[in-house]
């Protein structure tokens, strides 16, 4: 069965949309066909893809005038593009009952329309905040993959996240079951991580003392490398990257052990 993540983080520049690139090209460099959906309207993650047209992009999911594009970007990739207006939808939709059941309401009307069920992976990319496009795509996941990164903002937004996540799963219930859609499994991703900064020393020291405590929702642990920021500036992933022979002996250790993490992720999902 198709199984849906989203990528969601309450703080900015936590290396979101970067992660959920590299990880979906992995997927599809692993015969996984994958679905992006952008709903940020930054719109970096189609941008990534090349893809700039607003015509049929995710602002016809929440409010629906024309039909939704799916763009082939690559080996075993498709694409629903992000809108750039897609704020001003969230507040053109805000006074709507259903307004966070969207996205749910468009997957199960073209599940067999669109063949769906032909992706492994939906893997959504969100806005850094709890709006409208994020509830949509939390209610329809399978599971939330949400990076901190060493500060102690980025810590404590994990607990924020988890708030938000709470409240969200007590408002959006079916009135007839009184059981919530909120289903999702949230696990957190280590970011941003470097050698012999303090930062890091004690992010990492705080998520062992919960683990110890019998918290395992950090699933995994990403170190700082220059490579992953050029990867989403320069429109090529780690795993194509990593089929260059030169670079791929410079950094061997690197792509071993980041590709390991990854399969370390889906094996947890």
């Known amino acids: 069965m198709t ?28 015969k996984k066909k994958i679905l992006f959906i952008d709903l ?6 189609s941008q ?15 409010n629906p005038k024309d039909e939704v594009v799916i763009h082939h970007v690559g080996e075993n990739i498709d694409l629903i593009a992000g809108d750039m207006h897609l704020d001003d939808i969230e507040t053109l939709i805000e006074n709507k009952t259903n307004k966070n ?14 063949n769906i069920d032909k992706y492994d992976y939906i893997l959504i990319d969100c806005h850094p905040d709890f709006s409208t496009a994020t509830k949509n795509a939390i209610i329809v996941s399978d599971d939330i993959l949400s990076p ?38 949230l696990y957190f991703l280590a970011n941003m991580l470097k050698h012999n900064t303090t930062s890091s020393r004690d992010l990492l020291n705080s998520l062992k003392d919960e683990k110890q405590s019998g918290d395992n929702s950090c699933i995994a642990y990403i170190p700082y490398k ?26 061997r250790k690197f792509f071993d052990e980041i590709f390991k993490t990854f399969e370390d992720i889906e094996n947890k999902l």
């Open 48 to 62: 990534t893809y090349n893809v700039y047209d607003q015509k049929g992009s995710v602002g016809n999911i929440l």
């Open 226 to 251: 220059e490579l992953f920021n050029k990867s989403e500036l320069n429109k090529i992933s780690l795993s194509k990257m990593a089929k260059d022979h030169k670079l791929a002996i410079q950094q």
């Open 40 to 45: 940020d309207h930054q719109c970096n993650l």
């Open 148 to 185: 901190i990164t060493p500060s102690e903002y980025g810590y404590k937004a994990k607990y924020n996240l988890k708030e938000r996540l709470k409240e969200l799963s007590e408002e959006a219930i079916d009135f007839t079951s009184h059981k919530s859609y909120v289903t999702a499994n």
């Open 3 to 30: 199984k849906i993540i989203t990528f969601s983080a309450i703080k900015g520049g936590v290396g979101k949309t970067t992660i959920a690139y590299n990880f979906g090209s992995w997927l599809a460099d692993n």
């Open 101 to 114: 059941m969207m996205l749910y309401l468009w997957l199960y009307d073209n599940y067999q329309k669109l």
